[in-house]
């Protein structure tokens, strides 16, 4: 069974596991316990395939592909560029002094096999 599809580019739309979180549009189908009941119109559940557990489907807002907005589903925050840089500790100045000492030492010994 085809996840919904995105009506401007005909793409499967992105769903999302709510138990690990695992995005993706090829989950496997799941059969749902009401199946066989003709009264009930129950979504059709998905299998994730990392933490093996069925789920009713959440989809992304918008399209991954073209950006079209479905008006529901699941927002995403915008990427956040105003993280702080790690800072430095001991162990990575030393690892940088480290190798700037050996390449300082290669580039030694190629000079006075080269002169």
């Given at each position: 069974m085809p996840l919904?599809?995105?009506?401007?580019?005909?793409?499967?739309?992105t769903a999302v596991c709510p138990i690990?979180?695992?995005?993706?549009?090829?989950?496997?189908?799941?059969?749902?316990?009401v199946a066989h009941e003709h009264d009930a119109e129950e979504p059709p559940l998905l299998i994730c395939p990392t933490c093996d557990e069925p789920f009713e489907p959440r989809y992304?807002?918008?399209?991954?592909?073209?950006g079209h907005d479905f008006g529901d589903?699941?927002?995403?925050?915008p990427?956040?560029?105003?993280?702080?840089?790690?800072?430095?500790?001991?162990r990575v100045v030393l690892v940088a002094l480290?190798?700037?000492?050996?390449?300082?030492?290669?580039?030694?010994?190629?000079?006075?096999?080269?002169?």
């Amino acid at each position: 069974m085809p996840l919904d599809l995105c009506p401007e580019c005909n793409r499967p739309r992105t769903a999302v596991c709510p138990i690990c979180h695992t995005a993706g549009s090829n989950f496997p189908p799941g059969e749902s316990p009401v199946a066989h009941e003709h009264d009930a119109e129950e979504p059709p559940l998905l299998i994730c395939p990392t933490c093996d557990e069925p789920f009713e489907p959440r989809y992304l807002r918008c399209c991954e592909w073209c950006g079209h907005d479905f008006g529901d589903g699941i927002t995403t925050p915008p990427p956040r560029d105003d993280r702080p840089a790690e800072p430095l500790n001991a162990r990575v100045v030393l690892v940088a002094l480290a190798m700037l000492a050996a390449v300082g030492g290669l580039m030694a010994y190629f000079a006075r096999l080269l002169g």
